[in-house]
């Protein structure tokens, strides 16, 4: 049986802003080279270019997936704060909680990221896949309902169980 691959190039497109590890660079905090945040493009490129590289690639199934709906998000995350994180993405991004920083476009961005677990998930519950890894940024794992955290600014493996728990009726 296959495994899925769940990715989308839009995802390497977040930015989490200048930082020095998890620092914000000013005053006495200089930029690191390469960008100097822990969670970046770089390391999901990689992880992509050497699947293709090595023609791993060819033996997986999948590809992009749909952003996850804000119905699926409100599954998991209060409408209040996925409000709020729209309004603040569409003004130009900034931070939601604790180390999240994010630019313009950093909801639709988390949105797709949220999508692309869902896509792995329906695939393996399916059958249509044995496992699945969701390549996708910004990362998910210390995310909170209420509360963003550590460059993590929706709860995507959350968003993906309470959608396969309670699928969207067909239109």
């Known amino acids: 049986m296959a495994t899925g691959f769940y990715w989308d190039e839009?995802?390497?497109?977040?930015?989490g802003g200048n930082y020095a590890g998890t620092l914000p660079?000013?005053?006495l905090v200089q930029p690191l080279a390469a960008g100097g945040l822990p969670e970046s493009p770089e390391?999901?490129?990689?992880l992509k270019n050497?699947?293709?590289?090595?023609?791993?690639s060819r033996e997986l199934v999948g590809s992009s997936a749909p952003a996850?709906?804000?119905e699926m998000l409100a599954r998991v995350h209060p409408i209040a704060f996925l409000d709020r994180f729209k309004r603040v993405s569409d003004a130009g991004g900034g931070e939601l909680g604790l180390r999240t920083p994010f630019g313009q476009g950093g909801y639709e961005l988390a949105a797709l990221a949220a999508g692309l677990s869902v896509a792995a998930m329906r695939d393996v519950l399916s059958g249509k896949v044995?496992?699945?890894?969701?390549?996708?940024?910004?990362?998910?794992?210390?995310c909170l309902p209420d509360f963003p955290n550590?460059?993590?600014?929706?709860?995507?493996l959350a968003i993906a169980?309470?959608?396969m728990q309670r699928p969207a009726k067909p239109s």
């Open 43 to 46: 390391t999901k490129r990689r």
């Open 130 to 142: 044995e496992n699945a890894y969701a390549l996708s940024r910004p990362p998910g794992h210390h």
């Open 50 to 56: 050497l699947l293709d590289v090595t023609g791993l």
């Open 161 to 163: 169980i309470r959608t």
């Open 150 to 156: 550590g460059f993590c600014l929706l709860a995507n």
């Open 10 to 15: 839009r995802s390497f497109w977040h930015s």
């Open 25 to 27: 660079v000013g005053g």
């Open 68 to 70: 996850a709906t804000h």
